[in-house]
């Protein structure tokens, strides 16, 4: 997952039912719901709009946890594990549906399964969890920002055409950041396995 080969900063509990993570828990049980409205026609304004909340609300659950002091081992899993997981299952139902372009989407999913791969053979051979940097959470922003836009113009709803320049310039930005990320990402690994 995202970030720097660095000890949490925070301490970490190990609760399970907490407010954070509830939020995180119900992000993902909206995945399957938004996923089925976009891939109807009828219903894809409705399931865009959802999609739009649950990637919106992505700082909600870590936001809570770290000012309630409710952090957890857990919630730490489950909060990037939503935020992936949502960004990918919405943008691959708003491919099939045929309001996003094919060649974005695979630009994007390709570098979380890449980093994904990556953070995952670090944690389970090295016991170093990656943390998340800040060029990862502003390109996952404006990636934010950039899919929902330019599926709302392919709809051709209202302000159409402004979606579409906002929709662009945030998907040229966002990407660009997304792999400068990885990279930082590769080279965090690389310094836990030396370390390791």
């Known amino acids: 997952m995202d970030g720097e080969a660095q000890r949490p900063k925070q301490p970490a509990g190990r609760g399970v039912l907490t407010i954070p993570n509830a ?16 891939l109807d026609p009828d219903t894809a304004t409705a399931g865009l709009v959802l999609f739009g909340f649950v990637v919106a609300t992505d700082w909600v659950d870590g936001t809570i946890a ?53 953070g995952a053979y670090v944690l389970s051979r090295y016991r170093v969890r990656l943390d998340v940097r800040w060029i990862g959470k502003i390109a996952t922003f404006s990636l934010m920002i950039a899919v929902p836009s330019l599926a709302w113009a392919a709809l051709d709803l209202p302000l159409a055409p402004a979606a579409t320049v906002i929709g662009w310039t945030t998907f040229s930005v966002g990407i660009v950041e997304y792999y400068l990320a990885a990279w930082a990402y590769a080279n965090d690994a690389r310094s836990a396995m030396r370390a390791a």
């Not at 939020?23 to 976009?38: D, H, K, Q």
């Not at 770290?66 to 691959?92: F, M």
């Open 66 to 118: 770290r000012r309630t002091g409710q952090v957890t081992e857990l919630g730490k899993v489950l909060d990037p594990v939503a935020d992936r997981l949502s960004i990918a299952a919405g943008i691959i139902a708003l491919t099939v549906a045929g309001l996003f372009p094919v060649w974005a989407a695979i630009a994007i999913i390709a570098r979380d399964v890449i980093v994904l791969i990556a």
């Open 23 to 38: 939020i995180s828990a119900l992000r993902i049980a909206l995945i399957p719901v938004f996923v089925w409205l976009i």
